[in-house]
């Protein structure tokens, strides 16, 4: 098995998939653990999951700190207290400075609740049904400057319904979330997915544009 690869997970909210996350490191011989789970608000439903599973946890209110570069600056010392290998978002409800972003450069990985390049940003199950689209999904990618535009890692794809809502499709992404976030995480911590220049590489190999998919 690869040497352990130390994470620590970002949120704002209640962490189901961290939950997903906690799940799967704790379960066979998977070489990422959860070093600590810090949330920007101390209401985070996320932080009694990691509370449950003996992770430690920090709060670090940005609130308190006069713009976004003073808040990102001391998250930055804050996180490398735990010395990671990675950094995971999610549901972490803040854009990131670019200084925090250069700082773990290839070891910062989000979640987003779309078929990334398409529909950046909020609300992207309803702008799916808006928009008459016959598929969503969400995608796994490496953070970079662009919002939600670092290279894709892994898309997992759903069919839309001609009866579905906002909430129904937001239901069955997340049970997609809950399984391509995981695999994800230990594809990094086992050493096979690394940021390439331009794109993420995945056992030596570029993955496509889209990232590795997943049909459903």
Known sequence: MPARCDVVVLISGSGSNLQALIDATQAGENPARIRAVIANRADAYGLERAKAAGIDTQVLDHKAFVGREAFD???IELIDTFTPQLVVLAGFMRILSPDFVRHYQGRLLN?????LPKYKGLHTHQRVLEAGDNEHGCSVHFVTEELD????????????????SPESLAKRVH???HYIYPLAVRWFAEGRLRLGPHVAMLDGQPLPA?????RT
């Open 73 to 75: 600056a001391a998250l």
């Open 111 to 115: 979640i987003h609740p779309s078929l």
């Open 149 to 164: 535009g670092g290279p894709l890692v892994v898309q997992a794809v759903i069919p839309v319904q001609s009866d579905d």
């Open 175 to 177: 049970v997609q979330e």
């Open 210 to 214: 889209t990232g590795h998919l997943i």
